[in-house]
C-alpha cells in the first residue's frame, strides 16, 4: 500500500532554515499532486504548499510564501520543503499528502488527499 514518510523536523531558532523530505512507497504520483499541510495545536490542519506533475507548477500559502520552497524528485518519488527565515508561528506538525485526483479549486483543502504522512514536528523558537 501506498506510506509517505516525512523527515526532516527538529527544533530551530527564529530566523534559521529547516528542510523536509516526503518519500512515497508503493505508489507514484507523477500524474498528480503532492503537497505539505501543517496543524498548530488547537488549530485545523492548514495547506502550505502544493507542486503538481513534474513541479512545473507550485502554489503557497500567503503565510510561507517567499520563504519556503516546495519541490519533487519523481525519479525517487521524493516531495521535498524548504523553509527559510522560520517565525515562532511556523511550529507546527508538518504532513505530506499526495494524490493523483486532485483538482485546482480544491488544492488547499485536506479532504482532496488520499494518501498522508504520520508528521513530522517542526519547532521554532524565538
Known amino acids: 500500500q501506498v506510506q509517505l514518510v516525512e523527515s526532516g523536523g527538529g527544533l530551530v531558532q527564529a530566523g534559521g532554515s529547516l528542510g523536509l523530505s516526503c518519500a512515497a512507497s508503493g505508489g507514484t504520483f507523477r500524474n498528480g499532486a503532492m503537497a505539505w499541510f501543517r496543524q498548530a495545536p488547537g488549530k485545523e490542519r492548514e495547506f502550505v504548499a502544493v507542486v503538481w506533475r513534474n513541479g512545473g507548477h507550485t502554489f503557497y500559502a500567503d503565510s510561507v510564501k517567499g520563504r519556503s520552497t516546495i519541490s519533487r524528485d519523481n525519479a525517487k518519488n521524493t516531495l521535498y520543503l524548504q523553509m527559510n527565515t522560520l517565525k515562532p508561528e511556523d511550529t507546527a506538525v508538518y504532513y505530506c499528502?499526495?494524490?493523483?485526483?486532485?483538482?485546482?479549486?480544491?488544492?488547499?483543502?485536506?479532504?482532496?488527499?488520499?494518501?498522508w504522512g504520520q508528521g513530522t514536528q517542526v519547532t521554532v523558537s524565538s
Open positions: 499528502a499526495a494524490s493523483n485526483t486532485v483538482i485546482y479549486s480544491s488544492m488547499r483543502l485536506p479532504t482532496s488527499y488520499a494518501y
